[in-house]
């Protein structure tokens, strides 16, 4: 609401939202490019192919349909943060770490549930630093990444406070809100488990089970 707001006072707000769209969409695939950069350097066209899937694939597909730009630029702002995580395990320069940071704060605050993701993430960044660095002093690492802590928290400092305000009453509304026809509403598209794995599996629809 707040970008819209802003494309809207200076486009219509039809414009505005398709300016919105296509502004999303083009971040995502900046987020791709820089990746297989990363990944893959010195091979444009590997680079290109990776940049090209983070929007030809049914879980974008989806979310647009649905509506969840937010969740969409959420996938982008992380991909941005795993981006200089991979980058650090080859150039050791602090500033990928707190970069990293920034996205991935800025990720959260978009689609709180993306804290679960950046876990990942950054843990499998911690294993592979011991693990390709056996030599290397990885302890020195803990700082920046009590670092990156301290900048995500603070990104997202007003979403931490309503959260410790507002625990009771969402647990009110848990409880007396959501009913078993909502779980069903939103359940795993499939005739029997195979089928509903696989529609995760290329990631589709909703994930119920």
């Known amino acids: ?106 990720s959260i605050l978009f689609v709180v549930h993306f804290v679960f993701f950046n876990l990942i993430f950054y843990s499998l960044f911690l294993i592979i630093t011991i693990i390709r660095r056996r030599e290397y002093a990885w302890k020195k690492l803990i700082p920046s990444l009590l670092l990156v802590l301290l900048i995500v928290s603070a990104i997202n400092f007003s979403l931490i406070i309503g959260f410790f305000l507002n625990y009771l009453g969402g647990k009110d509304f848990l409880n007396t809100e959501i009913t078993r026809q909502d779980f069903i509403a939103f359940q795993t598209v499939g005739r029997d488990i195979w089928q509903a794995f696989s529609n995760v599996f290329l990631m589709g629809g909703f994930w119920g089970k």
């Open 1 to 106: 609401d707040l970008f819209l707001n802003f494309f809207g006072l200076f486009l219509p707000p039809d414009l505005a939202q398709k300016f919105l769209i296509t502004t999303i969409l083009l971040f995502l695939v900046f987020a791709g490019k820089r990746l297989g950069s990363v990944l893959l350097p010195k091979k444009p066209a590997l680079v290109f192919l990776v940049s090209a899937f983070f929007i030809f694939n049914p879980f974008v597909y989806d979310r647009m349909g649905y509506g969840q730009f937010g969740l969409v630029l959420a996938m982008g702002l992380m991909t941005f943060a795993v981006s200089y995580l991979v980058e650090y395990l080859e150039k050791k320069q602090n500033k990928q770490i707190l970069l990293a940071g920034v996205f991935s704060g800025f």
